[in-house]
């Protein structure tokens, strides 16, 4: 069923799967939903279409399912909404709420991303593309979300928490989605840079091989 351009003031969009997570919480007082982030997540590993994700996602994962399982049954984690292989579309979490998506993660100097941010997972790999209804589905969605709330930047897991997220992976094609996206063209803005140290007085300047620090 296509998104109907409408969310409640909760932040429920209509027309769409809704499936409760208890995975999330109330959002600091008085602070705009500013940052969108993508992620990718695939349960079983490598593994679409089965339950895996919607289970952790409500708590009702069984270690027994799958191997894998074991080590996350007693993750609580969550995310706004989940967009399948299929374009299927998924909402855990209104948006009004804060839902348990980024982890120890900032972004501009600002720490907590929960707290400001919406949380979109595409069911997917770091290893596979995404599919077309995938991308579809993610620019409507998009769209929606930022006629309602003031969404300056689109990030991926890995840019609020480099080092310990890569997702949603080299196969996220960013310029495809910021085209399709259209006139509110997402802003994925990159982390700033840290401040180089500038050398000894007595080191001699060389140009064109400054070392990252």
């Known amino acids: 069923m296509p998104i109907r351009p ?58 027994d399912t799958h191997a894998s399982y074991a080590a996350i049954t007693d993750v609580k984690m969550s995310a706004h909404f989940l967009i399948r292989r299929d374009g299927g579309l998924i909402q855990f979490v209104p948006c009004a709420k804060r839902a348990w998506h980024a982890g120890k993660s900032s972004w501009k100097g600002r720490t907590r991303c929960n707290d400001f941010s919406i949380g979109i997972e595409l069911e997917g790999t770091d290893e596979v593309p995404f599919t077309a209804a995938q991308y579809r589905r993610l620019a409507a969605l998009t769209r929606v979300l930022q006629a309602r709330y003031p ?41 700033p840079r ?12 060389r140009q064109g091989n400054v070392t990252k620090q």
Request: charged fraction near 30%; charge should be positive; include cysteine.
């Open 6 to 63: 409408r969310i409640s003031e909760g932040g429920v969009i209509e027309g769409v799967r809704n499936v409760p997570s208890p995975n999330c919480d109330e959002r600091p007082a008085g602070g705009a939903i500013d940052l969108l982030v993508i992620h990718s997540i695939s349960l079983p590993p490598g593994e679409f279409g089965g339950a895996g994700i919607v289970d952790l996602f409500t708590n009702r994962l069984q270690p």
């Open 151 to 191: 969404i300056r930047d689109i990030v991926g897991h890995s840019d609020v928490a480099p080092g310990r997220k890569s997702d949603p992976g080299p196969f996220f094609d960013w310029d495809r989605y910021r085209g399709m996206v259209g006139n509110l063209s997402p802003r994925r803005t990159p982390r």
């Open 194 to 205: 840290r401040k180089i140290k500038k050398r000894a007085a007595r080191a001699p300047r």
